[in-house]
């Protein structure tokens, strides 16, 4: 579906005093839809898988799976004073949100004047045409909206930045510290979030038929959080082991002339 901007302009009512919340005033995300015609479709198939692992990955242990978000390349808008801008992480997470907007519905964009709750963690997949922006090596240009970076720091304080290239496989992190994004050490070759019970890491293997390195969520002591996929296949291997086990153990008591049916 093609948006326009007339098709988003919000008529706003008039405000009172004492002004009422921009939750009450501002538009929601039924006015501010993900679609954008100027961003027809994804950059490339790494930009729709590697989202894909962190979402199915993405399950913090100190949180209710129900008030669990993320997304993959969803608009997120910012800025009350500007209802028009926006950016679109590839990834991002939120803790303390209902997984449904309201509890209700599948979210077409997510508007943090109608949500409350900041991300608490976002991830960008560096591509040669964003790389100095997701770095923050872009400087505002007057009249025009803020830099990724600016946004992700300064206005909406998200606590933890991740950068990731394919192209090289390097790994930077950011933790906002006193206002500003500081580097992150890695510890075992993994990024700990202690407040999410997570840690993030690189791990070389299979998904959807694709070995190589991702990037993908495991426990603070390195576990791998499985995808439903992987659950499902670690479930049939133990049911195999046990059927063996039961085999075996059924010809050991016929070797003895014990019937396995006739033990209880």
């Known amino acids: 579906m093609m948006w326009s901007k007339c098709d988003i302009m919000v008529n706003l009512p008039t405000q009172t005093d004492p002004p009422l919340s921009p939750r009450q005033t501002l538009p929601t995300m039924y006015d501010l839809p993900s679609d954008n015609p100027e961003e027809p479709g994804l950059p490339d198939e790494f930009h729709f898988l590697q989202p894909l692992l962190l979402f199915l990955t993405f399950q913090p242990a100190n949180w209710n799976p129900e008030l669990v978000f993320s997304a993959c390349d969803l608009n997120l ?3 009350v004073n500007h209802p028009q801008w926006y950016k679109r992480p590839d990834w991002f997470g939120v803790v303390g949100i ?3 907007y309201e509890g209700r519905d599948l979210r077409l964009s997510y508007v943090v004047w109608q949500e409350v709750i900041n991300p608490y963690v976002v991830v960008e997949l560096l591509s040669p045409g964003t790389q100095e922006e997701d770095l923050g ?5 007057p009249g025009n909206p803020p830099t990724k970076w600016q946004v992700y720091e300064q206005i909406l304080r998200i606590p933890y930045s991740i950068v990731f290239s394919r192209y090289t496989n390097e790994l930077q992190a950011f933790h906002l510290v006193g206002g500003h994004y500081e580097p992150m050490n890695m510890i075992d070759n993994r990024l700990l979030m202690p407040e999410l019970g997570l840690s993030l890491g690189l791990w070389q293997g299979s998904f959807r038929g694709i070995n190589r390195l991702w990037l993908r969520w495991m426990t603070l002591e390195g576990e791998l959080i499985l995808t439903p ?3 499902a296949v670690e479930a049939q291997e ?3 082991a046990e059927r063996e086990r039961a085999e075996r153990l059924a010809a050991r008591l016929r070797e003895l002339g014990i019937e396995p049916d006739d033990v209880e």
């Open 137 to 141: 090596q872009t400087v505002q240009t």
């Open 238 to 240: 133990r049911a195999v």
């Open 229 to 231: 996929e992987e659950e």
């Open 77 to 79: 808008y910012y800025d």
């Open 98 to 100: 209902p997984r449904l």
